[in-house]
């Protein structure tokens, strides 16, 4: 079938493709077990980077006995040279307030409502409801001078709480599964990003995933569109647990410290 073709340049072969939507030749396939896209030629066996398994990290260890506890406990985690001004209104006007580590309530700060953001240093992740819930929006470096600048979902207007995100691993790698706890067709991704999982031939729903290293955002549409869902180090074994109301998740990319956006992440048409 067509959808178990090689994921490299013999995906675009005798037709026109988007250099954006194809993967470089170094991309494979793992028949056993379904999509690998890897940009780079994959290293000899042996001496890929590992993936530390004894590092301490809360959702492996069982440290929260709960994901709503999980995110509590990331929303007054400190990331030292993070920095971010919120502003009440569009344009970066009016009050304003600057913040250097995780802010459980905006309103507590005295901004009443964040009709601007510029992020000095970051990256960070907003939240639409207080303590960390709710719609999430993630931050890079860059100026984001309305609301629909941070979202392209255009769901809500309210960002209530933030947090710095912390990014420890120059490497990427993420593994999407089709079923709850890692089980069924998955999708293994390295060092790059994917607009479009349709476009290599990955058309299942995502209800799991596993990050070994960095840290990524997926989205719910192609072409990094819809509802964003921030994705740390850890295993996400349901959907719910990266905050997904539904298994769909269609394009993914890397969170890479200081990347500048000159007027965030997304455009809105006129």
Not at 22 to 29: H, I
Not at 91 to 119: D, I, M, R, Y
Not at 170 to 187: A, C, D, R, S, V
Request: charged fraction near 25%.
């Amino acid at each position: 079938m067509a959808r178990d073709g090689l994921l490299g340049g013999e995906a675009c072969a005798g037709q026109e493709c988007p250099p954006l939507l194809c993967p470089g030749p170094g991309a494979v396939l793992i028949p056993e077990v379904g999509f690998g896209w890897h940009p780079r030629p994959r290293a000899a066996a042996g001496t890929e980077p590992e993936i530390d398994s004894n590092e301490e990290c809360p959702r492996a260890t069982g440290e929260c006995s709960s994901m709503t506890s999980l995110i509590e406990m990331q929303c007054s985690r400190m990331v030292r040279g993070s920095e971010i001004i919120i502003f009440e209104q569009e344009n970066f006007q009016g009050h304003s307030h600057e913040l250097s580590g995780p802010c459980p309530n905006l309103k507590e700060t005295g901004v009443e409502k964040a009709g601007s953001v510029l992020v000095q240093a970051g990256p960070w992740v907003g939240y639409e409801q207080a303590n960390c819930k709710g719609e999430q929006f993630v931050f890079e470096k860059g100026e984001y001078p309305r609301w629909d600048s941070w979202t392209s979902s255009r769901r809500t207007d309210s960002l209530s709480s933030l947090r710095p995100i912390k990014v420890d691993s120059q490497e990427h790698k993420i593994i999407l599964y089709e079923n709850p706890n890692f089980t069924g067709k998955k999708m293994e991704i390295i060092d790059d990003d994917v607009p479009s999982f349709h476009a290599h031939g990955y058309q299942e729903k995502v209800s799991s995933v596993r990050v070994q290293s960095g840290t990524w955002v997926g989205y719910q549409y192609p072409g990094y569109r819809g509802l964003q869902y921030l994705l740390e180090k850890g295993d996400y074994k349901d959907s719910s647990d990266f905050g997904a109301p539904h298994p769909q998740v269609q394009s993914v990319r890397r969170i890479r410290d200081m990347q500048w956006h000159q007027r965030g992440a997304f455009h809105p048409s006129n």
